[in-house]
């Protein structure tokens, strides 16, 4: 349980972090809040010669919310996004997952980007990004780019991100009278989701005009139960609906097995969690 040696490096600006992952080549690896990283580290699954902390640069810090936009900077704490009030106010999401992660130690140092970046199949905020429609600004030694949070998660543990690049920020935009949920089992140890499932629903006098569902803990990587959401117009919430679009998010999805859910539980929970969201969701009146 002890890390092999390693370097440490704080840099003072984005350019300097960005100069100094080209650099490191394979062996550097970004810190942010440690609570994924470190623990590899220690079980010896990841073995970085250098550790660049991001943790407290400017440029990856803040939350701004805007007309049409929410940012949020990459190193945001869970706690920071749990207990922002005014972030609260026009995009819950936020303080319902953040309030979900772990406990309050993970929370106080652990951050979005890293959450992102690190791309567990049971983390929280990669479901929350895909049900909010985040977009991901990154950098590296090429420049700049943008991805849909949709687009970014590519597997177990794998993303888009290339090793020289760096998570700058999430962009979510602001939808007028989107109605969001977000409901998870929680393994009663780490706190991850066994299964966990966030909706966001444009709803109209009681009628769904669409949406979107991410399913986190349940396959090998979150996903967006598209033909599900392909269904969600005229949704009224009516149970025979409801079931109908359990099916769609989970039927023909490989499911994980692990010791702690085979795959019939596993999909028997998920559809419990998505039945819970979208009830959530159709019932409160969430304004993003
Ligand atoms: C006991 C425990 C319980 C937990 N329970 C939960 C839970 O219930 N739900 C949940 O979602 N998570 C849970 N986690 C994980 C936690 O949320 C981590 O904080 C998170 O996965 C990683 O964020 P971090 O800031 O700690 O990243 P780090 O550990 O610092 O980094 C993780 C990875 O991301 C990379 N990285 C970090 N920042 C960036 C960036 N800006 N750009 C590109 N790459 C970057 C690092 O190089 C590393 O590869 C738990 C962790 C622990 C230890």
């Known amino acids: 349980m002890i890390p092999r040696a390693f370097e440490y490096v704080r840099p003072s600006s984005l350019s300097e972090a960005i100069a100094l992952l080209a650099q490191g080549g394979e ?3 970004l810190l942010s809040g440690g609570h994924s990283l470190l623990p590899m580290m220690k079980l010896r699954l990841a073995d970085p010669s250098t550790l660049i902390d991001v943790s407290e640069l400017t440029d990856l810090r803040g939350i701004t919310i805007g007309t049409n ?5 990459a190193a945001t704490t869970h706690a920071e996004l749990e207990h922002h009030a005014e972030l609260a106010s026009v995009a819950p999401m936020f303080a319902v997952v953040g309030h979900q992660i772990a406990d309050p130690t993970v929370r106080n140092r652990g951050t979005i980007g890293g959450s992102l970046a690190h791309a567990d199949p049971s983390a929280d ?3 929350a990004m895909l049900a909010l429609d985040a977009t991901i600004d990154i950098v590296g030694a090429n420049g700049p780019r943008s991805i849909a949070a949709d687009s970014f998660f590519k597997g177990l543990f794998e993303t888009d991100l290339a090793s020289d690049e760096i998570i700058v920020r999430l962009r979510i935009p602001m939808g007028p ?3 969001v949920a977000y409901r998870k089992f929680r393994h009663p140890a780490s706190g991850y989701a066994v299964v966990g499932v966030a909706v966001a ?3 109209q006098a009681g009628r769904c005009t669409g949406g979107r569902i991410a399913v986190t803990g349940f396959a090998d990587h979150v996903y967006r139960a598209k033909a599900a959401e392909a269904a969600l117009a005229g949704y009224t919430g009516q149970p025979e609906q ?3 679009l359990l099916d769609l998010a989970f039927d023909g999805i ?4 692990d010791r702690f859910a085979d795959a019939d539980y596993r999909t028997q929970l998920g559809r419990t969690m998505l039945r819970r969201a979208l009830a959530d969701a159709m019932s409160t009146d969430g304004s993003h």
């Open 27 to 29: 062996g550097a690896k």
């Open 69 to 73: 936009e929410i940012v949020v900077g």
């Open 125 to 127: 905020w990669p479901a």
């Open 177 to 179: 009278g989107q109605r």
């Open 201 to 203: 629903l444009g709803v």
């Open 242 to 244: 409801t079931g109908h």
């Open 254 to 257: 490989a499911a994980l097995e």
